[in-house]
């Protein structure tokens, strides 16, 4: 069975740019987080989606927005880039189910640098 | 709120010899924890968790965590380190089920030989 996927896997942007990163969860999985990891830290949690609803937003600006979609794929918009947005942007997949399943299962990641 | 604590950026063992990887955290209620490694250029792979129940958890790759809710602590050990080991770990706690991952900075694990 296919892991989490993302794409695209490494980009580079100008400043003030927009981006738009993709995930597609494991195979019945409905629940979709983003995480950032910035180098040499560990990752920091942006957005949860679960059902295709908001379910969590970590201390991320406006800038950042996400939404997941009917077949539980997922989406991170981030706009005006800059060049503290340079980082790995991993896509998690949970078998959350309202209540019960706390495993979670992440992507390779896409690398993002802006310049 | 809840965090977590890693002592040691980095570690490095020979190869053969006893891996020791700490994390602490911090919760005001019993939280399920995690291991992840991270091998370069690459996302995260689950090494354990704890829930619920036993407190020694075995994990992938021969890796071992013990929670000890008396000392918060949730460290990570193999007894014969390999060199296909080397890589970044981290120790994560979620409150909730379902909910967000809250990470340590990390340890890199140099093997060697």
């Known amino acids: 069975d296919a892991g989490v996927t993302q794409s695209p896997t490494h980009l580079i942007k100008t400043r003030g740019q927009h981006v738009t990163l993709r995930c597609s969860p494991i195979s019945g999985h409905k629940s979709v987080s983003w995480y950032q990891q910035v180098l040499g830290q560990g990752p920091q949690f942006i957005f949860q989606y679960y059902e295709k609803e908001e379910r969590g937003r970590g201390n991320f600006p406006d800038r950042f927005s996400a939404r997941q979609f009917p077949n539980y794929s997922s989406e991170l918009n981030v706009n005006a880039l800059l060049l503290g947005d340079s980082a790995l942007y991993l896509c998690?997949?949970?078998?959350?189910?309202?209540?019960?399943?706390?495993?979670?299962?992440f992507g390779e990641g896409s690398w993002l640098t802006v310049v | 709120a809840q965090s977590v604590t890693q002592l040691g950026s980095h570690v490095s063992v020979s190869e053969g010899a006893l891996v020791l990887l700490r994390c602490n955290y911090s919760s005001s209620v019993p939280p399920y924890l995690f291991w992840y490694v991270q091998y370069p250029n690459q996302g995260l792979q689950l090494l354990l968790k704890?829930?619920?129940?036993?407190?020694l958890v075995k994990g992938i790759n021969g890796f071992e965590a013990e929670f000890k809710k008396s000392e918060t602590s949730f460290h990570l050990t193999k007894p014969s380190a390999h060199m296909s080991d080397a890589a970044e770990y981290f120790c994560a706690v979620m409150r909730n089920q379902g909910g967000k991952l809250i990470f340590g900075q990390g340890t890199e694990l140099s093997v060697k030989p």
């Open positions: 998690a997949s949970s078998d959350y189910r309202g209540r019960s399943g706390n495993t979670i299962y």
């Open positions: 704890y829930t619920t129940g036993a407190t």
